[in-house]
């Protein structure tokens, strides 16, 4: 097995869908519950707001697909696997709060850090059902990078608006886009279209 990091050291967790909105970031450190949910979160052992947050640019695709319990709709997932490329946000917290936030995701108690894989280069395991894989990204000003996806058959699906509209919020944060080009991205993923149309998601913003 490899080494992880310690609980306090820094790490960027890397956003792709709702998180990239800080605002719903804040609930999975703080606990609260994030504007069109269905869900109050529990918060982080430590609450503290990220030290820094950059926009990146991820080789792959975003694919929606499952059904959400906490938006209604089809969830987003990171296929690393495949061609295009993702935009996402790093946020730069410690491996305590990115374990706790991995917890909250998979509905289990916060306050145990991640277990690193048996292997070097392998998905770190996580206790969900859906989000079962965190990824390792490589390192970033020297601090390793992750990100929480699934390597599981996905089979697209629509997103509901609530979650659309925390995305759009996010990459207007990160990437200041305006509605059309927010909506021109997220029509190349799977799973948005033929039920969102550019009109439907730039009304969203």
């Known amino acids: ?29 703080e606990g609260g519950r994030p504007p069109g949910a ?8 430590d609450p503290s707001p990220p030290t820094r947050d950059v926009a990146l640019t991820l080789p792959g695709e975003l694919v929606f697909a499952g059904r959400s319990r906490v ?22 917290i410690t491996f305590g709060q ?6 909250q995701e998979a509905r289990q108690p916060v306050g145990r850090d991640l277990t690193p894989p048996q292997e070097a280069g392998r998905p770190w395991p996580t206790p969900s059902g859906i989000y079962e894989s ?3 990204l490589g390192d970033r000003e020297g601090n390793p990078m992750f990100c929480l996806t699934s390597h599981q058959a996905l089979d697209p ?8 509209r925390t995305i759009l919020i996010g990459l207007r944060e990160a990437f200041a886009w305006t509605p059309p080009e927010s909506a021109h991205y997220l029509l190349r993923a799977r799973g948005v279209a033929p039920t969102w149309s550019e009109d439907g998601i730039a009304a969203l913003c």
């Open 134 to 136: 965190v990824l390792h």
């Open 38 to 45: 269905r869900r109050t979160y529990a918060g982080c052992r």
């Open 1 to 29: 097995m490899i080494a992880g990091p310690a609980t306090d050291d820094p790490v960027w967790y890397v956003a792709y869908a709702s998180n990239m909105s800080a605002r719903r970031l804040q609930c999975y450190l």
């Open 71 to 92: 938006w209604g709709g089809a969830m987003a997932f990171y296929d690393a696997s495949a061609e295009g490329e993702v935009v996402a946000r790093g946020y730069r």
């Open 98 to 103: 990115l374990s706790d936030l991995v917890a």
């Open 157 to 164: 699906a629509p997103p509901a608006a609530a979650y659309l």
